[in-house]
């Protein structure tokens, strides 16, 4: 394998069987000079870079002392994998992770046989990992299941239920903690590897099991008292009282970036005793690169980069960020009103509530990687007065549903839901894509739903939520700039449940719900071209519907072109319904909605996944044409 580093013993891994031949003592070179590659690679493409340096030790212990991929590793998130998937066979296409055709950015089942779980949310390993080991139990198999969590996934309930499921069926099961935020209990260096390697051993777990068994012919209040007596002393060592409670056999912490204490612990977990284990292992996001290091986010996600200065390559453009629209709105607007408040889930940067944050430091919330909580606890501040904005990419916000729809929909509070990320989100595909939000939302009773179709709607939507207190309202947007409107110095509140037509037609009508507006006036000309008079109108609202708006395009024109950046049984589902429901469909009206397709789209640039979703301007061509008819088409092909 020819690479453009020097990286002599890298080069003889093409598989983790190849790192397990080599000496141990030959491991830190491993790890140095896979970080060197690791930097290289995503230097050329982008992706995510800080968690995948605090592994790199990590990973190669991993595959140093277990048999993967017999033994099951399970890595959450995926924004850890990257090592991992340059260790197991994937080296050189690591300059394509990301990219159209390429690597995908998290663990893919159908990429390699080493991954066994594919991952694009947080805190799902533990769940999955323990299905796995009650599956190698139940077929008699006695291979190991390892789930690594880590980059702030431990802060997810479904983590600690899967934890408390997990030691009350007391499977076999290995959890690494990845702790590269905050430590719980700091590794104190010596004594503290020393302690990890006592308590992970044949020694001491033999001890404990023979001393659980004396203990059995003991009464019932002593056998308690000596239980209590055990976790509490290894508790108050190692600081893993609470892991002990849920029913795991708590090892650590220790120096994720000290082979010489990580090899042993490894070891001693996967030769001796039964049961659930959790490996605390402290690491530093961005290790040893020094930009990485430096950084407030410790390079979490980045775009090309110079490897020398880690300066990155970030696209200019004149029209600001949806995402920095809202930020900036939403604190113009607090300034005015001091019942809004914002809440994020472990997302404040990528939300844009860092800003608010600044401004108003008291009145933003993190509440960590928990949507369902950050839902209902929106709730209850609605039901104080007060104006919660919670701000969740569209893909996130389905691990909430059920809160929405209990805990603020059937209760009618106004909770305001700006949803990011809506539509297409290029390079980190179809586990963040923000496909289905319409679609979920609408069924809610008394749930509005806008979409802004550019920068300036999306300030217009922002003062609209604010004003509106009747019950939940929400506003998506899509990822990445605006498209160099004008802005408003302010927003104006809306009407609710009223478009806007912005060319006016006879023979075609194309409906607009959002992002797709810009195409659907580029289109509008071209069919104008072929002397196809076409109206263009931007619903911005899903629900309500607007009644007056879809009555007058369906019964003034031949075609109605129903348009969204979502998933079928969104807008379009909606106004079809209306229109079936109230006869005007009856008159030979061709209507046609235009949706994402029915599968999960891959990663590429967003403007090659909308155009090969049909929903650019030459899509929405096609699409008349084909409505119209063989001869029309005939004309659009000459």
């Given at each position: 394998?020819?690479s453009?580093l020097?990286?002599?013993?890298l ?52 595959h ?19 090592p ?16 159209e ?5 998290f ?6 046989e ?6 694009g949310?947080?805190?799902t ?20 299941v390892i ?6 996934a431990?802060?997810?309930?479904m983590?600690y239920?899967a ?10 099961l290995?959890?690494i ?10 590794p ?9 390697r ?12 023979r ?46 970036h000290?082979?010489d ?13 039964t ?16 930009p ?5 986010d ?17 696209p ?8 920095r629209v ?16 914002a ?9 844009g509530?860092?800003l ?8 933003t919330?993190d ?18 007065g ?22 603020v ?6 909770v305001?839901?700006?949803?990011d ?7 980190d595909?179809?586990?963040h ?13 008394g749930m509005?739903?806008?979409?802004a ?59 607009s ?6 195409d ?14 076409t ?8 629900k ?14 031949e ?7 979502g998933?079928?049984?969104g ?36 403007e ?30 000459a």
């Open positions: 394998m020819s453009p020097s990286t002599p013993l080069d003889q891994i093409a598989s983790p069987e190849d790192l397990r031949r080599l000496p141990e003592a030959d491991l830190r070179q491993v790890a140095d000079e896979l970080r060197r590659d690791l930097v290289d690679a995503v230097s050329r493409t982008g992706g995510h870079l800080g968690a995948g340096l605090g592994v790199v030790e990590l990973t190669v212990a991993i140093a002392v277990f048999d993967t991929p017999r033994d099951r590793l399970i890595w959450d998130v995926g924004h850890q994998a990257y991992h998937k340059i260790l197991t066979g994937r080296r050189e296409a690591m300059r394509t992770v990301r990219q055709k390429g690597l995908s950015g663990a893919k089942r159908t990429e390699s080493y991954d066994p779980f594919g991952a949310h947080s805190s390993s533990i769940s999955a990992g323990l299905g796995m080991a009650v599956a190698s139990e139940l077929s008699g198999r006695r291979n190991h789930a690594v969590i880590g980059d702030g431990m802060s997810a309930g983590a239920e934890m408390n499921n997990a030691g009350a069926l007391d499977a076999r290995i959890v903690l990845n702790d590269n935020d905050m430590s719980i209990a700091p104190t260096g010596a004594m503290s590897a020393y302690l990890a006592l308590v992970s051993g044949k020694t001491y777990r033999g001890l404990r099991d001393a659980k068994a004396v203990t059995k012919r003991l009464p019932e209040f002593v056998r308690e008292g000596a239980r209590k007596t055990e976790e509490f002393t290894r508790g108050f060592l190692t600081g893993g009282t609470m892991f002990e409670e849920l029913g795991f056999f708590y090892v650590g912490p220790i120096d994720g000290d082979l204490h990580l090899l042993p612990v490894l070891k001693n977990v996967r030769d001796t005793g049961g659930p284990v959790l490996v605390h292992v402290v690491t530093k996001k961005g290790k040893g690169y020094a990485a290091e430096a950084s407030a410790k390079y979490h996600g980045v775009s090309k980069f110079d490897v020398t200065t880690g300066a990155q390559s970030k200019s453009s004149n029209a600001p960020s949806y995402t809202f930020a900036e709105t939403l604190v113009q607007e607090a300034r005015e009103d001091e019942k809004i408040v809440i994020n889930a472990a997302m404040p940067d990528g939300t509530l860092d608010f944050g600044q401004a108003f430091p008291k009145r919330f509440v960590g990687i928990a949507e369902q909580h950050a839902v209902t606890f929106a709730a209850g501040l609605a039901t104080e007060y104006k919660p904005f919670v701000a969740i990419y569209s893909t996130f916000l389905q691990r909430a549903y059920d809160q929405i729809a209990h805990d929909a059937i209760q009618h509070l106004p305001r839901f700006a949803i990320r809506a539509g297409f989100v290029g390079a595909g179809p586990t894509a923000g496909s289905f939000d319409t679609g979920f939302l609408c069924p809610l009773p509005v739903v806008m979409a179709a550019d920068e300036a709607e999306l300030r217009h939507m922002v003062r609209t939520a604010v004003a509106y207190d009747e019950g939940p309202i929400s506003f998506r947007y899509p990822r990445g700039n605006g498209t160099g409107v004008d802005m408003p110095e302010r927003g104006t509140a809306l009407e609710i449940g009223r478009g806007r037509i912005l060319r006016e037609g006879t023979k075609v009508a194309i409906l719900f959002g992002s797709r507006l810009a659907a006036m580029a289109a509008a000309e071209d069919l104008e071209g072929f002397g196809l008079s109206t263009v109108a931007d619903a911005r609202f899903a309500p519907l607007d009644a007056d708006l879809l009555r007058r395009l369906a019964g003034n024109h075609v109605l072109v129903l348009l969204e950046e998933a079928s049984g807008f379009g589902a909606q106004a079809l319904e209306y229109l079936a429901r109230h006869g005007l469909l009856d008159r030979g009206l061709k209507v046609r909605p235009m949706t994402m397709p029915d599968r999960f789209v891959d990663h590429a640039a967003p090659v996944m909308i155009r090969q979703s049909g929903l650019d301007r030459a899509g929405i061509v096609e699409v008349v044409f084909g409505a119209l008819g063989e001869s029309a088409r005939r004309v659009l092909q």
